[in-house]
């Protein structure tokens, strides 16, 4: 069985490819922004030992992290949809996306908090620091630095995992290809430029991580 | 909850079938592991580059677009595939990538003078590695492994899209039909549901990691006095 690879096709679909490309960028970053957020605010309750909202932050993180994301997407799209809440397929993946990648940051940045040494935080206790400055002023921009990697890891997946969208009907990257598939079948040339592209993607942002972490060790180095 | 109650047997054996490819995916990824990630620690560099290539590359497409290739890319070479099929493949050349990630570190765990002893004791090279260097490898990465399990548990959810009849497949089966049926949407009921089972049985396999990683250290511990770090490879989340 001979199949004639056609660099040609690909060129042809460039720009639906690029809509699908722009459109998986678009929620990615969107999520990765909330995702951010919520991280840092759920580290810093669980670092302040809030009563209720710490146990609350810890179940959130725990469960989320021990679900498959799909059902997750489903569970917000359909389910929510199912009570009342209807969502559009960009928002329900921005909301997905960013609850789940918000549950590992929240391990990432507390990480970091954890790695702040004892020292400063008596020191900060003998200046009289409320917990909230101590928050504020040492383990934020601390704490923040030190996770800053994991945090992009974190990001990386979540711009990987924006591709489980597709099953709720999202116009991104692989939606538009499996789109081509079923109409043209030109299975080979398709999925060769989305893998190019999640690849370079990944890649890229991978080795800045990478580079990131060097420049953030510096100061801490002999 | 009547809703979950009536297709309590479609769901069960929708669950059953997700473990069955969990295992059988756990011990192709297990295969698959063993030999990148000895070919990670390999003298070879082109072996090392290989291995390095294999998990890089499977590791970064989104596993989605890897189950979708596998299933509608496998008519090309003339063989038909199964959902179930596809999804074993997939899943366990994502899952080796993994777990090569995990014997690499396992092995780069032992101390190096382990290895120095055994050559200066003039052991050959493949007793060097089956009586010194994999018995202290191997242990190690037992914890991760289970967690690699926990992870393999969740990547099954995805063989619903290429139309595997798993656990979150029938969970889909049941919506639409009952959608169909009366009108009215259980998604978040049955859907919720889903989490809930999934969460009880990832979150016992992680009380279980936990359990062995203590046991792991404190038998380290007796023996040498130090517990050694438990390699912790940068995790996969799905």
């Known amino acids: ?222 | 909850m009547d809703i979950i109650l009536n297709n309590l047997p479609l769901l069960w054996t929708g669950l059953l079938r997700t473990l069955e490819l969990a295992v059988v995916t756990l011990v192709g990824s297990t295969v698959i592991s063993v030999i990148f990630g000895l070919a990670g620690v390999a003298r070879s560099r082109v072996l090392r580059l290989v291995s390095m290539a294999y998990v890089e590359f499977f590791r970064d497409i989104p596993l989605i677009v890897n189950v979708l290739f596998v299933y509608f890319g496998a008519p090309l070479i003339g063989v038909s595939l199964d959902p179930f099929g596809a999804a074993t493949i997939s899943f366990s050349l994502w899952g080796g990538a993994n777990g090569a990630e995990i014997v690499r570190s396992g092995f780069n765990a032992v101390p190096r003078h382990q290895e120095q002893s055994a050559m200066a004791l003039g052991l050959k090279p493949w007793e060097i590695m089956w009586y010194v260097l994999a018995p202290q490898a191997l242990l190690p990465i037992i914890p991760p492994f289970t967690g690699l399990f926990s992870l393999l548990i969740q990547a099954t959810s995805l063989a619903s899209m290429v139309g595997a009849m798993e656990f979150f497949r029938s969970a889909q089966i049941i919506v639409e039909r009952t959608t169909m049926m009366t009108g009215f949407s259980p998604a978040f009921m049955v859907y919720g549901f889903v989490l809930l089972v999934y969460f009880v049985i990832c979150a016992s396999l992680s009380a279980l990691t936990k359990l062995l990683e203590k046991r792991l250290s404190e038998r380290q511990t007796r023996r040498r006095g130090t517990a050694a770090p438990i390699p912790q490879p940068a995790q996969e989340s799905i």
């Open chain 1, 1 to 222: 069985m001979s199949y004639d690879f056609s660099l040609e096709y690909i060129f042809e679909n460039a720009p639906l490819l690029l809509d699908g490309f722009l459109m998986t960028i678009w929620v990615s970053v969107i999520s990765i922004a909330i995702s951010v957020v919520i991280g840092v605010c759920g580290a810093a309750i669980r670092l302040l030992r809030i009563p209720v909202l710490s146990q609350l932050v810890a179940a959130y993180v725990h469960f989320i992290r021990s679900t498959p994301l799909l059902p997750q997407i489903f569970f917000i799209f359909y389910g929510l949809a199912s009570i009342g809440i209807p969502l559009s397929s960009f928002w329900a993946g921005v909301l997905a996306l960013s609850i789940w990648g918000g549950a590992y940051n929240v391990e990432n940045v507390r990480g970091g908090f954890l790695a702040i040494s004892k020292g400063l935080h008596e020191a900060a206790e003998s200046l009289a620091f409320s917990p909230f400055h101590y928050l504020w002023l040492v383990a934020v921009p601390l704490g923040v630095r030190v996770s800053l990697p994991s945090m992009l890891n974190t990001a990386v997946s979540v711009l990987k995992n924006s591709a489980y969208l597709q099953a709720i009907g999202l116009a991104e990257l692989t939606f538009v290809a499996m789109d081509k598939v079923s109409l043209e079948f030109r299975t080979l040339e398709m999925f060769a430029a989305i893998g190019v592209l999640y690849l370079g993607l990944v890649l890229t942002l991978s080795i800045l991580v990478r580079e990131l972490e060097k420049v953030l060790q510096r100061p801490f180095r002999p």
